[in-house]
């Protein structure tokens, strides 16, 4: 028990690198002429498809009713998050090291606080996506946006569009859940201070007080 915080915490911390090699989030368009549906993948620093042609499939779809193509290289998010997310990594291991319950609580807050800041950036881009259409579309719907849900189902059209997190997302979760196991099985350490008074009788009394550390 004495070394589970210290395990728990370097786990978590290191279930962030997934995110790298695990999709952390999915967008699956079902429709008659797609009846598999088309899935577009997303990881921390790209996207892909369940095909190499994934995304030329959804460009074109997207450029029917006048959306922006999806173009990985043009998207700054892939290249800033990925920093933080090994940052994160090594300050999770770094309180791993140090061992103090109060670093342990910090680092999930910290890293759910990210992680809030960037399912909002999400509903950003998708709006963008969703909104900013070409008036030269082929397809011109008066009123209509295309924009997918930031989580769950929506019908689009004939399309069926779903948003759900993926693997690589749901194990970064596990790894905030774990830090937070760290921060409650870790114990309170106190350190001792020596205080001296004086008695009713002029003796010099020494009195230990034990404060949090």
């Known amino acids: 028990m004495k070394f589970l915080p210290r395990l728990l915490m370097a786990i978590g911390a290191l279930l962030l690198l997934t995110l790298f090699v695990l ?9 008659p002429q797609y009846p598999d549906g088309v899935t577009m993948y997303i990881w921390i620093n790209k996207l892909g498809g369940d095909s190499p042609g994934t995304l030329q499939n ?19 998010e892939l290249r800033y998050f990925p920093p933080i997310v090994l940052l994160m990594v090594a300050l999770g291991l770094i309180a791993a090291l140090i ?3 109060q670093l342990y609580l910090g680092w999930a807050i910290t890293f759910i606080a990210l992680a809030v800041l960037g ?3 999400f ?8 909104h900013s259409l ?7 719907i008066p009123g209509a ?4 849900p930031l989580l769950g189902t929506k019908v689009i059209l004939n399309f069926v569009a779903k948003s759900f997190p993926h693997t690589g997302g749901y194990l970064a979760g596990l790894g905030v859940m774990l830090a937070l ?6 114990p309170k350490s106190y350190r001792h201070e020596t205080t001296t008074s004086t008695g009713h009788n002029g003796t010099a009394v020494s009195k230990q007080l034990r404060t949090e550390a």
């Open 23 to 31: 999709p952390m989030w999915r967008i699956t368009l079902i429709a």
């Open 58 to 76: 959804i460009n074109i779809l997207n450029h029917y009713v006048g959306m922006k193509f999806i173009e990985p290289d043009s998207i700054p």
């Open 99 to 101: 061992n103090k319950r």
């Open 119 to 121: 399912v909002y950036d």
């Open 123 to 130: 509903y950003l881009w998708e709006y963008d996506y969703g």
């Open 134 to 140: 070409s008036p030269t579309a082929p397809i011109k």
């Open 145 to 148: 946006s295309f924009q997918p």
């Open 181 to 186: 196991a760290a921060w409650w099985l870790r």
